[in-house]
């Protein structure tokens, strides 16, 4: 059974960090490159950051280059986003996102971010 289970989300003030965790089973996670999409509500889900199956090919989202780190660890099937300099406007619903190149594609549940002073 696929599963991607997200953790760490919650409140934070502005400028605060958070670090999302996504844990992987059910499939080839090394094979997999991973991805955090967000969404708030009426808009579509936007892509955050992707990391590749290799750990160093990483791309981000202009609005968080720089603030945002994404990293895999394979040996425990888990992909990170550590998010800092936290603003109002990342508030949303962070889902984590696995994707093979022959198209076959996992979703997690989806976590709430709430940036709020």
């Known amino acids: 059974q696929v599963q991607l289970v997200e953790s760490g989300g919650g409140s934070v003030e502005p400028g605060g960090s958070l670090r999302l965790e996504c844990q992987a089973s059910?499939?080839?996670?090394?094979?997999?490159?991973m991805r955090w999409y967000r969404q708030v509500p009426a808009k579509d889900r936007e892509l955050v950051a992707t990391?590749?199956?290799?750990?160093?090919?990483?791309r981000y989202a202009e609005f968080v280059e720089g603030r945002f780190t994404i990293s895999r660890d394979n040996s425990k099937n888990t992909v990170y986003l550590q998010m800092n300099h936290l603003r109002p406007e990342d508030t949303a619903v962070y889902f984590c996102?696995?994707?093979?190149?022959?198209?076959?594609?996992?979703w997690g549940q989806g976590i709430q971010v709430y940036v709020s002073s």
């Open positions: 996102n696995a994707i093979h190149w022959s198209r076959t594609e996992y």
């Open positions: 059910g499939f080839a996670f090394e094979t997999f490159a």
């Open positions: 990391v590749g199956s290799t750990p160093s090919d990483r």
